[in-house]
């Protein structure tokens, strides 16, 4: 039979902490020992020394006893009372320190896989899969899973044993007391189960809700500008009320179905007890049972049904654990469209040269976006890809990097297919400098490192040369010490593309691919962009996809895409003498760039 996700998830997390459970499973043993011999010195002071009974033979010692005799014997008891009490806590303690730690150390190793399945999944899972409902995942779901490791890893075990080892000792005092508290018994289990089986539909409903409050305060967050300027804020705010009233309306469920069961638990634990004390009293006056056997029992019920209650908020404790459990098993079973071959090579030392043969894709809809794109660049050229929006440009850089895969066709590096490398080394032959350079939180100097693991503060310094942002980090207070605000807000466009340069240059990769690396620069930003990016192209095999043709110019030759298929290569003079559609766009783009800078001087 096929494991459930939260079996399975238990089982590979717990399997490694097997000696602290077992030490903690040690310490719930002796806290149910000690919780079993609670109410005895009770019976040992009512029966044997207030009432004379005659005692059994392991206690022959209290026979007989007067005065002040029985005042010392009475001190004794007292004293073993607080001694119990006393275990029972450092049991106990030991026991929640070791399984709270237990839990704690699980959820760190299943957001470590999380995450790191994460960044390994192809870019076609995290396209369609928000943000907001991964990061839900991350941090909710795996804090109800440690809730349960921490509070329910032996505690439901721990429970079962307290309530059959009670329930063995009231039977052996007294059968028919002992089957009166086991007739309540098939109350609790039908509120047991029914509580669970409601409780988990109704979690899984909220959790799905929770998720989407997470997905829509994350897109809405990285969308405050546009919020602001469009006048939506009280749209978003009401938006975001729907949702938010909807997931309160299945956490009142919940909670409802919850206090049902435990009030449930509560009345049968009255109704046993009222039953124990009638029939027991009525034994006694009969001479057929003594007073402290009735205490033992009453005393037993009242921690009988504690352990019961406690089944019943683990049963919403369990259903939260497997909607979690279902949630994040969605994630680690998710395979990578894209892996390594078995038997892939590293792609190391590699010229540069680029070809593309036939190149078909389509992002899984049946609707291509390359339709049989054939191409080939040589070590340390410069190509061009020109078109309009959604011309198929930046598919084929991402075909490059390997973040999908084409559907005919191949692409190959130094004549090898690319799936014939390894991903991670083949990425790391590529620089990229995005139109949209993604910046980090951190220090500019971690920045610009993240491009290559253990660069040195010289490799730091040199490439932010190159690209033109030394001048300005040594401006800031901090140096390539300041901080970033959250992408990098803090600094001007051109400020930070010319990290992402620097970022990009201090890989020393053979291939460079440049996203629209002039958009939205002032002409100031743009002249220390383009110098930036002639020290970073010099020797590099160059991809450079641009809407501006005359940025195209001094390329050795453009590839001119529209809906997916090349309509024209060339260098820019042939492409001039031979294509006039071309001639007369470039010679339109020209004149207005020429217009704008005349207007921005």
Not at 165 to 184: E, Q, S, Y
Not at 217 to 230: K, W
Not at 432 to 448: A, K, P, W, Y
Request: positive net charge; glycine residues 8%.
């Amino acid at each position: 039979m096929k494991r459930t996700r939260l079996r399975r998830i238990a089982l590979d997390h717990i399997r490694p902490l097997r000696g602290k459970l077992a030490l903690g499973a040690l310490c719930m043993l002796g806290f149910i020992a000690t919780q079993l011999l609670m109410p005895w010195p009770l019976k040992i002071v009512f029966d044997y020394i207030l009432l004379g009974k005659r005692p059994p033979r392991l206690l022959s010692g209290l026979s007989g006893l007067e005065g002040e005799r029985k005042v010392q014997a009475i001190l004794i008891v007292s004293v073993a009372i607080v001694g119990l009490a006393l275990l029972r806590g450092i049991f106990s303690y030991l026991q929640l320190a070791i399984t709270s730690s237990a839990g704690q150390r699980v959820v760190y190793a299943i957001r470590r896989e999380i995450f790191a399945h994460l960044q390994r999944l192809s870019l076609s899972f995290h396209s369609r899969t928000r943000s907001g409902e991964l990061l839900s995942k991350m941090a909710s779901d795996t804090n109800t899973l440690r809730d349960l490791f921490a509070d329910a890893a032996l505690g439901l075990a721990g429970d079962l044993i307290t309530v059959l080892g009670m329930f063995a000792v009231m039977l052996w005092l007294d059968r028919k007391l002992g089957l009166i508290v086991l007739a309540t018994f098939p109350i609790l289990l039908v509120t047991f189960f029914y509580r669970y089986r409601t409780v988990r539909g109704s979690v899984s409903r909220q959790r799905q809700k929770e998720g989407r409050i997470a997905s829509q305060l994350a897109e809405i967050l990285g969308a405050v500008p546009l919020v602001q300027a469009f006048g939506r804020e009280q749209y978003e705010a009401d938006r975001f009320e729907t949702e938010s009233a909807a997931s309160l309306e299945a956490g009142i469920r919940t909670a409802r179905l919850e206090a049902a069961a435990t009030r449930g638990v509560e009345i049968t634990r009255a109704l046993g007890t009222a039953a124990i004390v009638l029939f027991g009293s009525l034994e006694v006056l009969a001479g057929r049972m003594t007073l402290g056997t009735v205490v033992v029992f009453t005393s037993y019920l009242s921690h009988l049904y504690r352990p019961l209650r406690d089944l019943t908020k683990l049963s919403k404790s369990f259903a939260k654990a497997s909607v979690s459990a279902e949630r994040i098993g969605e994630i680690l079973e998710a395979e990578p469209e894209i892996q390594d071959r078995p038997d892939a090579v590293e792609a190391t030392g590699i010229s540069g040269s680029i070809r593309f043969d036939g190149v078909t894709f389509d992002y899984g809809d049946g609707r291509p976006v390359l339709k049989d794109v054939s191409f080939s660049i040589a070590p340390g050229e410069k190509l061009a890809l020109v078109g309009a929006s959604g011309a198929g440009k930046s598919t084929l850089v991402s075909l490059i990097l390997r973040f999908y895969d084409p559907v005919a066709g191949s692409i190959s590096i130094d004549g090898l297919d690319i799936r014939n490398y390894r991903c991670e080394s083949l990425r790391r032959e590529i620089g990229i400098v995005l139109q949209d350079s993604l910046l980090f939180g951190t220090t500019i100097r971690e920045n610009i490192a993240y491009g290559k693991v253990g660069a040195t503060d010289e490799e730091i310094v040199a490439a932010a040369r190159a690209a033109n942002a030394h001048e300005f980090i040594s401006e800031l207070e901090d140096g390539y010490d300041t901080v970033l605000v959250e992408r990098g807000a803090s600094l001007s466009g051109g400020e930070r593309r010319r990290i992402g340069i620097a970022r990009a240059l201090i890989r020393k990769a053979p291939i460079l691919i440049l996203d629209e690396p002039m958009t939205g620069l002032d002409v100031e930003s743009e002249g220390k962009v383009r110098e930036a990016l002639d020290n970073v192209m010099t020797g590099k095999t160059c991809i450079l996809i641009t809407h501006d043709l005359a940025s195209a110019t001094d390329a050795d030759f453009i590839v001119i895409l529209e809906d997916g298929r090349v309509i024209e290569r060339g260098s820019h003079a042939d492409l001039m003498d031979r294509d006039p559609r071309y001639r007369l766009l470039y010679e339109m783009k020209t004149g207005q760039r020429t217009l704008s800078l005349a207007s921005k001087a």
